[in-house]
């Protein structure tokens, strides 16, 4: 074969491929959109539960509460496969100690978490002050909150899923839940 045919062959080779390629792409390339989980969740409807203890605020009707012995309880979301447990102390001259334990307690999730963003609370009517943490990010508990009336009580609230957090993944149920815990601390009540 001489230099020409072989150059010959190698022209008309290129020009099939780029003919091809042009003529199999009629429409531009784009990228698809991402896409999301479509999760609809029921319309938030709350209730005051009744109990002993020092305490009350609403709760979501999807949920169940569940009291044990000290006045702690677990807040359930069997459709969710979620759980706020709540921690209730009575305060002996200890306010500071058991805040920086409340506060400890979310600190510990800054290992993997992207961030913690603190949202402070005061209802001066009921006396009712206190912080909600939204923890952002790959942690065990993506939302906590505690409440005190600055003399005799503190509660702690601690969001938990029943799976391996996997933040982008449960982020819808966590923003459903996380309405329903500041639902709570809006309608907190102590004793009178």
């Known amino acids: 074969m001489s230099k020409h045919t072989i150059a010959q062959f190698f022209f008309i080779l290129l020009f099939l491929t780029l003919d091809a390629s042009l003529l199999s792409c009629k429409d531009d390339v784009l990228p698809r959109p991402q896409s999301y989980l479509n999760l609809e969740y029921p319309k938030a409807d709350y209730h005051r539960f009744k109990n002993d203890c020092p305490f009350s605020f609403a709760i979501s009707k999807q949920s169940t509460i569940?009291?044990?012995?000290?006045?702690?309880?677990?807040?359930?979301?069997?459709?969710?496969?979620?759980?706020?447990?709540?921690?209730?102390?009575?305060?002996?001259?200890?306010?500071?100690?058991?805040?920086?334990?409340?506060?400890?307690?979310?600190?510990?999730?800054?290992?993997?978490?992207?961030?913690?963003?603190?949202?402070?609370?005061?209802?001066?009517?009921?006396?009712?002050?206190?912080?909600?943490?939204?923890?952002?990010?790959?942690?065990?508990?993506?939302?906590?909150?505690?409440?005190?009336?600055?003399?005799?009580?503190?509660?702690?609230?601690?969001?938990?899923?029943?799976?391996q957090p996997n933040y982008d993944s449960i982020y819808p149920a966590v923003a459903y839940i996380k309405n329903d815990m500041v639902k709570m601390m809006e309608t907190f009540e102590w004793e009178k």
Request: glycine fraction near 4%; aromatic fraction near 10%.
């Open 66 to 163: 569940t009291f044990k012995p000290g006045c702690k309880a677990v807040i359930s979301y069997p459709r969710l496969n979620a759980n706020i447990y709540i921690t209730y102390r009575r305060v002996h001259n200890n306010l500071k100690e058991i805040l920086r334990e409340a506060d400890k307690l979310t600190m510990k999730h800054t290992v993997k978490a992207d961030a913690i963003i603190p949202h402070p609370f005061e209802n001066r009517d009921q006396k009712v002050y206190g912080v909600l943490f939204d923890v952002q990010g790959q942690s065990a508990s993506n939302v906590q909150f505690h409440v005190t009336d600055s003399s005799n009580h503190v509660l702690t609230a601690s969001l938990y899923f029943k799976i």
